[in-house]
T-cell receptor, first 111, second 120 residues
Framework: AQSVSQHNHHVILSEAASLELGCNYSYGGTVNLFWYVQYPGQHLQLLLKYFSGDPLVKGIKGFEAEFIKSKFSFNLRKPSVQWSDTAEYFCAAEAGNMLTFGGGTRLMVKP | GAVVSQHPSRVICKSGTSVKIECRSL??????MFWYRQFPKKSLMLMAT?????????EQGVEKDKFLINHASLTLSTLTVTSAHPEDSSFYIC????????????????FGSGTRLTVV
């Protein structure tokens, strides 16, 4: 069975700091990868996704992620975070007809 | 963009009663919808996959008779929590796969806003 791991459960940063959230998946076949964000009191929103092609994917709000197949990783990055980025971030991997989520990372950005 | 509407957003019910949660795709058709449960400070756990016109597929450990899923049309799936107990209190989220972006190589999952169920 596939699984997704997010190693950082809680991250606290100051505004303008750089962000990198780790995501590793375990599945030997072809996977599609996603990052979702959940702002307080809101539903999950898609930040970016990777299906194929350029392993560096750019998403909304200045986020990007890099797919490294050899490391089974799909880390999320942002060069300079803002207070409004405070939210919970979920990495997800899709194989077959199933979308599996990581445990989530709660990001708090201090103004 | 694709929108999934989930209703109600909050519900409080008495132990032993049943609660129905609706999930609608508003501007696209969804042959497949997914139901998740999110525990406090935990990730989303897939409960079942809802297939239009056929039986739902349940994940291991999820009671089919307790969590009844009906997907009667291409835009509506319902989850009924039967004989609810306090341990069923949770946040339930539905999702649909939106293929309108270009089929098998460019699609996304759109999520409803969730339903907070409290069983007292």
């Amino acid at each position: 069975a596939q699984s997704v791991s997010q190693h950082n459960h809680h991250v606290i940063l100051s505004e303008a700091a750089s962000l990198e959230l780790g995501c590793n998946y375990s599945y030997g076949g072809t996977v599609n990868l996603f990052w979702y964000v959940q702002y307080p009191g809101q539903h999950l929103q898609l930040l970016l996704k990777y299906f194929s092609g350029d392993p560096l994917v750019k998403g909304i709000k200045g986020f990007e992620a890099e797919f490294i197949k050899s490391k089974f990783s799909f880390n999320l990055r942002k060069p300079s975070v803002q207070w409004s980025d405070t939210a919970e971030y979920f990495c997800a991997a899709e194989a077959g007809n199933m979308l599996t989520f990581g445990g989530g990372t709660r990001l708090m950005v201090k103004p | 963009g694709a929108v999934v509407s989930q209703h109600p957003s909050r519900v409080i019910c008495k132990s032993g009663t049943s609660v129905k949660i609706e999930c609608r795709s508003l501007d696209f058709q969804a042959t497949t919808m997914f139901w998740y449960r999110q525990f406090p400070k935990k990730s989303l756990m897939l409960m079942a996959t809802s297939n239009e016109g056929s039986k739902a597929t349940y994940e291991q450990g999820v009671e089919k008779d307790k969590f009844l899923i009906n997907h009667a049309s291409l835009t509506l799936s319902t989850l009924t929590v039967t004989s609810a107990h306090p341990e069923d209190s949770s946040f339930y989220i539905c999702s649909a796969r939106d293929l309108s972006g270009g089929g098998s190589t460019n699609y996304g999952y759109t999520f409803g806003s969730g339903t907070r169920l409290t069983v007292v």
